[in-house]
Each structure stands twice: as C-alpha cells, then as structure tokens.
C-alpha cells in the first residue's frame, strides 16, 4: 500500500494524493443492482464515482484482469482531484472483481482500508 509507506509518500507529486483512491469498492455477481447502487451513490453531494471507462463503462476493471499491469497512475486518472479531502469520499463498481480469485489480494494491497459492499 503506497499510503502507508512513506517512501513512496515522499517522491509522489501532488496529483498522487491517497485522498484519489477509492474508499469503497462495490462488488456483487451481474444482474444483482451493484449498477442500481452504484447510481444512487453518485448522487449523493459527498460521493464521487470513478469517471466512465471508454472500454468498460462505469466499472474499472483494475483489480481483475489486465487493466492491473498498467498500474497505479493509470488506475487514478479514472478520480479526480479532491476538491475538498474531507468531504470527497470515493468509490468504484466493478462486478467481475466478485469471483476472481487475484482481485482481492490486488485490492488489500492497494486499499488496504477500503470498505466493501458485496451483493
């Protein structure tokens, strides 16, 4: 977790804050309302989701496959900047991060204090 450690902390820029990482992660098999909830989150004034993805839509798909070996930078440009770091709370859906075996482990070494609503 680059957060936690401050070696990485001390040689990120400004953009690179841990305040752009998500908070919550949304999983659940398709088909269950994890893009219901995921829409009702977003409007909420202090919820913020990632931006769309051109290729997968609303979900990211890092965690889980391919999008992974891209790497971090690549994974936060889907956040934006906090506006106010104590009030921008966000979070991501991905379905598929539901049953694939690496997408756990991906995500504690990343979020290690991400919260997760499974459906």
């Not at 956040?79 to 482990?105: C, G, M, Q």
């Amino acid at each position: 977790d680059p957060c936690e450690d401050k070696r990485h902390k001390d040689i990120w820029s400004k953009e690179k804050t841990c305040d752009r990482f998500p908070k919550l992660l949304i999983i659940g098999p398709q088909k269950t309302g994890t893009t219901a909830l995921y829409l009702f989150l977003g409007m909420h004034p202090d919820l913020s989701s990632n931006y769309p993805s051109s290729e997968t839509f609303e979900e990211i798909q890092f965690f889980n496959g391919h999008n992974y070996h891209k790497g971090i930078d690549w994974y936060m440009e889907f956040f934006p900047i906090p506006s106010n770091t104590t009030s921008d709370f966000y979070f991501e859906k991905s379905a598929n991060y539901f049953d694939s075996e690496v997408a756990p482990r991906r995500a504690a070494a990343l979020l290690s204090k991400a919260k997760i609503i499974t459906i």
